[in-house]
């Protein structure tokens, strides 16, 4: 047997299973199994040579964003109207056909944003040129999931099709650890209770990862899915803000019956005539969570006008890149005035984890 009519065969028992107390543990084993061989049909597939990877657009700029939705919901002209790129947009769909970038500058960070194609149900099956569109929103620091607001039920085709080529929208990676052995089995520490699935489940899925001795510690009640899309790896996980586009052919009543609607928070915006686009320069700024370093050059005065802009938990290595090519061989220490430090002036290795406003100066080797 092939591993499709594998797949097939456990997907079909498991349609056969009634969900009940009783077979909750067989259920979690076959979900695994089937994840597990899924993983191994794709590691086959790309060594075929098959493209799945992104249109291999430079990343530049302090951070990624990109736009997913379906064709013609406005991801063009909202890039454009953030940007002031000039992205095609038309009345059909369909009309990006690649990925365009932009710059978006927004208080003193550079924020790149990439108009993609839309994409439609079914993408990351491989539809259009679905999942290689979905493939770059893997290494974007924030996802746009952009709606029609005549179509706000399609957030769930988008976070789907997402979830299905292993990119987590809004979720937080499992927080459970879990320390291979050579011997001794699998010896399981609860910091904190598991209710969402038994012991005996979590030891079975392991199993089947061919994980059979081991240390784990639960910090967290994760369910049995969260655990497996833990151990099959190659999980990503986005955050992402909801947009719902073309305000401008609604009134209040329905923008208001639209609010009971969609479960997520949303920022409604007309791309076209300009409504709300500081809003979401806003959200994106926020989410991206971007910390300012202030530089002190050795023996001079503190640039407070200035600051240099960076991802929160930088380390002094990270800045170091920002600052110049070459800048990390030539590093010695640095001195820290401010959050990060018990004391100004601290001295401190590249490794050091910063805090916003620090105040930064860095000894190079002579
Ligand atoms: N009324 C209205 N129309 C809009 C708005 N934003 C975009 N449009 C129109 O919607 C159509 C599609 O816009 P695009 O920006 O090309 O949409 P897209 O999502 O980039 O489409 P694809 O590239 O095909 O995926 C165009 O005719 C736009 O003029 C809006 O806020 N209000
Ligand atoms: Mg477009």
């Given at each position: 047997m092939g591993i499709p009519e594998k797949i097939k065969a456990i997907q079909e028992e498991v349609t056969k299973t009634k969900v009940n107390k009783a077979t909750e543990h067989h259920l979690g084993l076959l979900r695994a199994k089937i994840a597990k061989l899924k993983k191994e049909q794709e590691e086959k597939k790309s060594k075929k040579g098959a493209k799945v990877d992104s249109f291999g657009v430079k990343r530049s700029g302090d951070a990624t964003v990109v736009f997913i939705g379906l064709p013609s919901v406005g991801k063009s002209t909202l890039l454009n109207q953030l940007t002031g790129a000039r992205s095609t947009v038309g009345a059909f769909q369909f009309t990006t056909v690649t990925v365009v970038p932009g710059m978006m500058e927004y208080r003193g960070a550079k924020i790149q944003l990439l108009d993609l194609p839309g994409i439609i149900k079914g993408a990351s099956t491989g539809k259009g040129l679905g999942k290689r569109i979905l493939s770059?929103?893997?290494?974007?620091d924030l996802v746009l999931l952009m709606l029609d607001v005549f179509q706000p039920y399609h957030e769930d085709v988008l976070v789907n099709e997402l979830g299905n080529i292993g990119i987590k929208i809004?979720?937080?990676?499992?927080n459970i650890i879990i320390e291979k052995t050579t011997t001794g089995g699998i010896a399981i520490a609860q910091q904190v209770k598991l209710t969402k699935m038994t012991e005996n489940l979590l030891k079975g899925i392991l199993r089947v990862y061919g994980i059979n001795n081991a240390r784990v510690v639960i910090r967290e009640d994760l369910t049995s899915d969260q655990l497996i899309d833990y151990v099959s790896g190659n999980k990503s996980y986005a955050k992402a803000i909801t947009i719902i586009n073309k305000i401008d052919l609604v009134d209040k009543k329905f923008l208001k019956q639209l609010k009971s609607k969609i479960k997520s928070d949303f920022i409604e915006v007309s791309a076209d005539s300009g409504i709300n686009i500081d809003v979401v320069k806003d959200k994106i700024y926020d989410n991206l969570r971007f910390i300012r370093i202030y530089m002190r050059p050795k023996g001079r005065e503190t640039d407070y006008k200035e600051p240099l802009i960076a991802r929160k938990d930088s380390t002094i290595g990270e800045i170091c890149d920002k600052l110049h090519r070459r800048m990390k061989n030539e590093f010695r220490y640095a001195l820290i005035w401010g959050n990060s430090v018990k004391f100004g002036g601290q001295r401190v290795g590249i490794n050091h984890v910063l805090q916003d406003e620090d105040v930064v100066t860095i000894i190079k080797s002579r």
């Open positions: 770059v929103a893997r290494n974007a809004n979720q937080k990676a499992p």
